[in-house]
């Protein structure tokens, strides 16, 4: 299919979307239904069936399986763990849960909370295709990995005496995002998912999802059912 | 425990052996049994088990167990996947696989050859306390993540027109890390195994593995029973 026949078969408001966002104000918070804790294939099973699916369906997520890939990804899995805050299913240096996760689905962008376990909307619009690959701007979720560096200002508290040094936050927040990405693609082969990690459009997004400076773009991964 | 009562307690030929190496030749390769690819937790309920254990038993890991978590952490799940190169349990960029697991176990360091499945010896002597923290000092394994800069030299059939900038390329190795450090966090929450990713001495022991310059050490992770 080329670009031409493409642009053709995407429904109007669909192509327009992507270039003309409106504010959040529009969206609706999102309360995901609670995650469930076990079901589907087990981890040596599912790391056999590991691998990177590129070619992924229109097909939506049911509610459910949303929030348990959300819950997989980087979801609150103990109520206390170091420094004051909850545990999540992926690691983080010195707990500073530094990595945000943007979701994109087709009416807009929202930002997942994982200690209330909801979508909070972030800006209206369809930016899946955002995550720079043409088979991903049709796929039911992007999950766009952005880093926040203010979690690293920590205090008196703070163990880590080169938590400040921005070549060793790099180091950390790349980590991160591959800690939480693996949890990803292992629920999505535990499930009969496709999920698909890659490069976006890191500077255009940013300024479309309204961040801060202390915020980037790093990559971005598309979940769905395999096309 | 001060460090004068901790030194009195190893061994000394495990306090030894951290400075004074001997060459590879004195280690025997070591054949991994045939891994496993089922039992254990779901990865649901592995995610929700996953967490950081620094307490960490002296107790070795059968040969089953550790054959397993190699193959979890980074083994190959496909005979071919793309480039001309089998697929692994965890992604990489343009499937470059340029992480190598280079395995401290009491006696020595070992490379993991995936395609093998087997452990090639590096050098004599017992580095797990370069791993940089005490409490790894006697866990019966610690994986030291190391970068090959070399396998983004693809040539023709590079389609990542940016895999030759150094800042990129750092940005892919450090998610590299992380997708394998999931792997083995959630291969050990499924079989009741404590792990723990976190710094390490990189200077030192990319001199005592003697890595090419090409070659950088990362991070580590220590695996075994919780204490």
Redesign the interface.
């Known amino acids: 299919m080329n670009r031409r026949t493409f642009l053709k078969t995407v429904p109007a408001l669909a192509v327009m979307a992507g270039t003309t966002s409106t504010s959040a104000q529009d969206l609706q918070p999102i309360t995901l239904v609670k ?18 699916t590129r070619d992924i369906s229109e097909k939506q997520l049911p509610p459910q399986v949303l929030s ?1 890939l959300l ?2 990804a980087f ?1 609150v ?2 109520e206390k ?2 420094f004051g805050k909850p ?1 999540r ?3 983080s240096a010195s707990n500073s849960q530094e990595i945000d996760l943007y979701v994109a689905l087709p009416e807009g962008v929202y930002l997942y909370e994982a200690v209330p376990h909801c979508l909070k909307p972030v800006v209206t619009g369809d930016f899946r295709r955002r995550s720079g690959r043409r088979s991903a701007a049709k796929a039911p979720v992007n999950i766009f990995y952005v880093v926040d560096r203010t979690r690293y200002d920590e205090g008196p508290g703070q163990p880590d005496r080169n938590i400040g040094n921005p070549e060793v936050q ?2 950390y927040y ?10 990803v ?3 999505a ?2 499930q009969g998912l496709a999920a698909h ?1 890659h490069n976006c459009d890191k500077q255009n997004t940013a300024k479309e999802f309204k961040l801060r400076p202390e915020q980037s773009v ?2 971005s991964q598309t979940v769905g059912y395999p096309a």
């Open positions: 995650p469930q804790k076990d079901g589907g294939k087990s981890v040596l099973a599912a790391l056999q069936e590991r691998k990177t348990n819950w997989a979801g899995n103990r763990a170091s545990g299913t992926a690691a790099k180091s790349y980590v991160a995002t591959g800690l939480i990405a693996s949890n693609y292992l629920f082969a535990s990690f790093l990559f």
